[in-house]
């Protein structure tokens, strides 16, 4: 009985983990983005825009939440292969080990099209 809180222990503090990962990338990544996009680009871009008016920062705020609502969705999904690798149900480092180059081109193959697919 005593492994449940155990297992509900590292289950949260490995949810925490991810979630703290994931949103320091997204911290780095959203504003360099957003630098690039919507200032260093903005002239290039300007033609393509499809609405002329800039979105209030209530807007921006907006975003930003639905953002890291997004990242704790994704930290949640991660459960799912944390829990596989811990039932010994995930072989990918073997076959990763084994082809090495070959593997990690292919699984960038199949993250390309997986994703494009979504």
């Known amino acids: 009985m005593d492994t449940l809180p155990a297992a509900l222990t590292e289950i949260a503090h490995h949810w925490m983990m991810g979630f703290r990962s994931d949103l320091t990338k997204y911290i780095i990544a959203a504003p360099l983005a957003w630098l690039v996009i919507c200032v260093l680009l903005a002239p290039v871009l300007k033609g393509r825009k499809i609405r ?67």
Do not use: K
């Open 52 to 118: 002329p008016e800039t979105p209030p920062w209530r807007q921006h705020l907006m975003e930003l939440v639905c953002s890291v609502r997004s990242v704790a969705v994704f930290s949640t999904v991660s459960l799912m292969t944390f829990g596989m690798a811990q039932a010994g149900l995930l072989w990918g480092d073997g076959l990763r080990e084994a082809a090495g180059p070959v593997w990690i081109a292919a699984s960038f193959a199949l993250t390309v099209v997986a994703h494009d697919a979504w």
